[in-house]
T-cell receptor, first 112, second 114 residues
Framework: GDSVTQMEGPVTLSEEAFLTINCTYT??????LFWYVQYPGEGLQLLLK?????DKGSNKGFEATYRKETTSFHLEKGSVQVSDSAVYFC???????????FGIGTKLQVIP | EAQVTQNPRYLITVTGKKLTVTCSQN?????MSWYRQDPGLGLRQIYY???????DKGDVPEGYKVSRKEKRNFPLILESPSPNQTSLYFC?????????????FGDGTRLSIL
């Protein structure tokens, strides 16, 4: 079945540092890939998505590129802020299926 | 404002006492879903509904029931709660047709079963 692998963390960075959160997946067919963000005490919000190979999703300074050859969708940001502290979930959906498969979530802590 | 509303936000109860967590969305979405979030396990789907009167099991349906009598509401029912159902629960919705559309999540319900 489908699966998503990401580290749980926490990942601790200083403000303005470069961020990478790795995400790899296994899936049938040609999945769409998502990054969701969960701020403390809130539900998940869509951060960005990519629907086909080599697509780059971007939002709020975050980027992720759909790499079919390495089955990866790593999240990056050039300069993190304290307000980026949250839990980040990588997720996929294999086209015709109605279920979204989530990773375990990576907690990011940004310190001033 | 487009939103998914869950109630209650927090609940502490005892084993065996039936409880219902309500979920309502105002976006006219056909698809609704329930997840539980546990440390080290991420989000796991409990049940989902493609439309009114159409529900199906997710990955961890045991011990839960759902109903979809109206498009906007999708309550989660624990008939006889047990301590292993202590968790953080999220309701979500999206338009149907394409599973590639993102989901909109409620703010969560934290259940503690003693």
């Amino acid at each position: 079945g489908d699966s998503v692998t990401q580290m749980e963390g926490p990942v601790t960075l200083s403000e303005e540092a470069f961020l990478t959160i790795n995400c790899t997946y296994t899936a049938t067919g040609y999945p769409s890939l998502f990054w969701y963000v969960q701020y403390p005490g809130e539900g998940l919000q869509l951060l960005l998505k990519a629907t086909k190979a080599d697509d780059k999703g971007s939002n709020k300074g975050f980027e992720a590129t759909y790499r079919k050859e390495t089955t990866s969708f790593h999240l990056e940001k050039g300069s993190v802020q304290v307000s980026d502290s949250a839990v980040y979930f990588c997720a996929l959906n294999s086209g015709g299926y109605q279920k979204v498969t989530f990773g375990i979530g990576t907690k990011l802590q940004v310190i001033p | 404002e487009a939103q998914v509303t869950q109630n209650p936000r927090y609940l502490i109860t005892v084993t065996g006492k039936k409880l219902t967590v309500t979920c309502s969305q105002n976006m006219n979405h056909e698809y609704m879903s329930w997840y539980r979030q546990d440390p080290g396990l991420g989000l796991r789907q409990i049940y989902y509904s493609m439309n009114v009167e159409v529900t199906d099991k997710g990955d961890v349906p045991e011990g839960y029931k759902v109903s979809r009598k109206e498009k906007r509401n999708f309550p989660l029912i624990l008939e006889s709660p047990s301590p292993n159902q202590t968790s953080l629960y999220f309701c979500a919705s999206r338009t149907s047709g394409s599973a590639l559309q993102p989901q909109h999540f409620g703010d969560g319900t934290r259940l503690s079963i003693l």
